[in-house]
């Protein structure tokens, strides 16, 4: 059973445009990897712009799985030097009952 994954990436000063790079090209790697499932994700801007990747995971063992893939720990390591993850409670947004955001 596939496990639904809300990520939040804050860009790192100066890294907007890094940052929108790898998001855009965040899901190949890993549905080559086995990891992540075929649904189209959902990304989109919060107001501080922090962006907000909602994506499916093939399975919990797959996000398990991916801590120890060395493809995705180097994509991983991409998005640390672009970015701090966030955790979505910390956006405003998040703190509404409707919360919205400009689509990407």
């Excluded at 790079?21 to 922090?50: Q, Y």
């Excluded at 996000?63 to 060395?70: E, F, S, T």
């Amino acid at each position: 059973m596939g496990s639904i994954s809300v990520a939040c990436y804050k860009p790192r000063p100066g890294c907007e445009d890094e940052l929108a790079e790898l998001v855009r090209n965040h899901l190949p790697p890993l549905r080559a990897e086995g990891l992540v499932t075929e649904r189209t994700p959902i990304v989109m801007r919060a107001e501080d712009g922090t962006i907000v990747e909602i994506f499916e995971w093939v399975s919990k063992e797959a996000i398990l799985g991916a801590h120890k893939n060395p493809v995705i720990l180097a994509l991983w390591k991409r998005f640390e030097s672009a970015c701090w993850y966030e955790t979505p409670s910390n956006l405003a947004e998040f703190q509404n009952m409707f919360s919205h955001f400009e689509p990407i």
